[in-house]
């Protein structure tokens, strides 16, 4: 099929990408020229594991190309993707402004029926108000269908070439039939494509999200409780994780969640579902507690040097929110860093691809390390913020002999609690003795 895209952002260039590797012919819009050019040179703005190959494998075949003119685009196209992003607003809603503001110049373009798919994040409702701004722009047939996206920073590429399930939300055969065809090369292992109304699809993402929010505080309080009482979390962890009912997936105990996805979703269905009169009480605890988990390192930090930190150096490993990604959208370390300085202490900080995001953060007010040694220099502490994979067997005779003071405060309990004793540290980590 010939497909459009619009928006290059996280999710629109995997989904250009990966439409193209199955055969498709698709063109990715963006009114950035500068990013445009970009990733006509083979560049791509985000780090995203294997999708910098797959966009030049498939831009060399001359199944992917980029451009920021959006009306030829549509106009080539048979089934249309709206990518943009729906940013949070200052009430907690998804901002819809440029989902809306896409439609608009869609139905402008329309030669012709188009599917036209939201493949944003957008609230119950949006598949009805993208069709009324199409409706007032055109007299050429199309269908809106709405398409959650169900992708891992860090393993985006392999969750759409392999999805879990696809999620149709469609109100007529046409276009539920053309974006099934458009799924099949996808789902030859046997994962549903399932098709519904377009508010059920539309709600799926957020309850998908929200849902895995809500075991990742869940847990975060449980290992709290078991800091109170001497427990351990991850023998906890293990028992419910093996209840069939629960299972394992998003209990890890840490210092919470952050990202694009869950704190912007959990916040917008908390507030549409405000909008209709309904309170979401179980979302409201589950945001408090992840904003307060977020400083459980600091809290640690403050009981260990006290709360004036003048004078000293305290190393971070890790800024992104998690591993496999430069995203650092509402990631734990911006709190922490913020909360060190605020303390009067420095900062030399380590992340393998977060450096460029930190500096749009922080600019030259924290030391980033060329590694995670360096990190070390001088530190009279080191807490460890994102459990990437090289920061879980480091030297440690090494470490302690850069370190100031062996003092290691682990936010995601990567390190096993009685070696770091018997190795002479002082180490704390998030619900175990």
Same mark, same amino acid.
């Given at each position: 099929m010939k497909i459009a895209v619009i928006g290059t952002g996280y999710v629109g260039l995997v989904v250009g990408? $990966?439409?193209?590797?199955?055969?498709?012919? !698709?063109?990715? !819009?963006?009114?950035?020229?500068?990013?445009?050019?970009?990733?006509?040179?083979?560049? /791509?703005?985000?780090?995203?594991?294997?999708?910098?190959?797959?966009?030049?494998?498939?831009?060399?075949?001359?199944?992917?190309?980029?451009?920021?003119?959006?009306?030829?685009?549509?106009?080539? @196209?048979d089934v249309v993707f709206i990518a943009v992003g729906t940013p949070t607003g200052e009430d907690g809603s998804a901002d819809l402004r440029h989902v809306l503001a896409v439609a608009k110049e869609i139905g402008q373009a329309l030669n012709g029926y188009k599917v036209i798919v939201d493949k944003s994040t957008v609230p119950a409702g949006t598949a009805e108000r993208v069709r009324e701004v199409i409706r007032k722009e055109t007299q050429e047939p199309f269908s809106v269908v709405?398409?959650?996206?169900?992708?891992?920073?860090?393993?985006a590429v392999e969750d759409f070439l392999k999805p879990d399930r696809v999620v149709?939300?469609?109100?007529?055969?046409?276009?539920?039939? /053309?974006?099934?065809?458009?799924?099949?090369?996808?789902?030859?292992?046997?994962?549903?494509i399932? !098709?519904?109304?377009?508010?059920?699809? +539309?709600?799926?993402?957020? @309850?998908?999200?929200?849902?895995?929010?809500?075991?990742?505080?869940?847990?975060? +309080?449980?290992?709290?409780? $078991?800091?109170?009482?001497?427990?351990?979390?991850?023998?906890?962890?293990? @028992? /419910?994780?093996?209840?069939?009912?629960?299972?394992?997936?998003?209990?890890?105990?840490?210092?919470?969640?952050? &990202?694009? $996805?869950?704190?912007?979703d959990v916040k917008a269905i908390v507030k549409f579902s405000a909008d209709q009169k309904y309170r979401f009480r179980i979302l409201e605890a589950v945001e408090s507690v992840n904003d307060t988990q977020k400083l459980r390192l600091l809290d640690k930090l403050d009981k260990q040097l006290g709360k004036n930190?003048? &004078?000293?150096?305290?190393?971070?490993?890790?800024?992104?929110?998690?591993?496999?990604?430069?995203?650092?959208?509402e990631a734990p370390a911006i709190p922490i860093i913020e909360g060190i300085r605020a303390r009067g202490g420095k900062v030399r900080a380590f992340d393998p691809e977060a450096r460029k995001s930190g500096e749009s953060i922080f600019g030259k007010k924290i030391y980033y390390a060329k590694n995670a040694y360096d990190a070390l220099k001088g530190a009279d502490a080191l807490?460890?913020?994102?459990?990437?994979? +090289?920061?879980?067997?480091?030297?440690?005779?090494?470490?302690?002999?850069?370190?100031?003071?062996?003092?290691?405060?682990?936010?995601?309990?990567?390190?096993?609690?009685?070696?770091?004793?018997?190795?002479?540290?002082?180490?704390?980590?998030?619900?175990?003795?």
């Amino acid at each position: 099929m010939k497909i459009a895209v619009i928006g290059t952002g996280y999710v629109g260039l995997v989904v250009g990408a $990966c439409f193209a590797e199955t055969g498709n012919a !698709v063109t990715c !819009v963006d009114k950035d020229a500068a990013k445009i050019r970009s990733l006509n040179r083979g560049r /791509i703005p985000i780090y995203e594991p294997g999708l910098e190959e797959l966009v030049r494998r498939n831009s060399a075949e001359k199944r992917l190309t980029f451009t920021t003119g959006l009306p030829d685009a549509v106009k080539r @196209a048979d089934v249309v993707f709206i990518a943009v992003g729906t940013p949070t607003g200052e009430d907690g809603s998804a901002d819809l402004r440029h989902v809306l503001a896409v439609a608009k110049e869609i139905g402008q373009a329309l030669n012709g029926y188009k599917v036209i798919v939201d493949k944003s994040t957008v609230p119950a409702g949006t598949a009805e108000r993208v069709r009324e701004v199409i409706r007032k722009e055109t007299q050429e047939p199309f269908s809106v269908v709405s398409n959650p996206e169900f992708l891992k920073q860090g393993a985006a590429v392999e969750d759409f070439l392999k999805p879990d399930r696809v999620v149709i939300g469609a109100d007529d055969e046409r276009a539920a039939g /053309i974006m099934t065809d458009l799924y099949r090369p996808f789902t030859r292992t046997g994962a549903p494509i399932m !098709v519904m109304d377009c508010i059920s699809a +539309e709600l799926c993402k957020y @309850a998908a999200n929200a849902m895995l929010a809500t075991r990742i505080s869940f847990m975060n +309080e449980i290992a709290n409780v $078991c800091e109170r009482f001497g427990g351990d979390a991850d023998k906890v962890r293990q @028992a /419910i994780g093996s209840d069939k009912r629960i299972g394992p997936a998003f209990l890890f105990p840490g210092i919470g969640y952050g &990202g694009s $996805c869950f704190p912007k979703d959990v916040k917008a269905i908390v507030k549409f579902s405000a909008d209709q009169k309904y309170r979401f009480r179980i979302l409201e605890a589950v945001e408090s507690v992840n904003d307060t988990q977020k400083l459980r390192l600091l809290d640690k930090l403050d009981k260990q040097l006290g709360k004036n930190l003048k &004078g000293k150096t305290i190393a971070v490993w890790g800024l992104a929110f998690k591993p496999r990604t430069d995203d650092m959208r509402e990631a734990p370390a911006i709190p922490i860093i913020e909360g060190i300085r605020a303390r009067g202490g420095k900062v030399r900080a380590f992340d393998p691809e977060a450096r460029k995001s930190g500096e749009s953060i922080f600019g030259k007010k924290i030391y980033y390390a060329k590694n995670a040694y360096d990190a070390l220099k001088g530190a009279d502490a080191l807490l460890v913020v994102t459990e990437w994979n +090289e920061f879980r067997e480091p030297d440690f005779t090494k470490m302690k002999r850069t370190m100031k003071s062996p003092l290691i405060l682990d936010g995601r309990n990567i390190f096993n609690p009685r070696q770091m004793r018997d190795l002479g540290f002082t180490y704390s980590s998030i619900g175990r003795p």
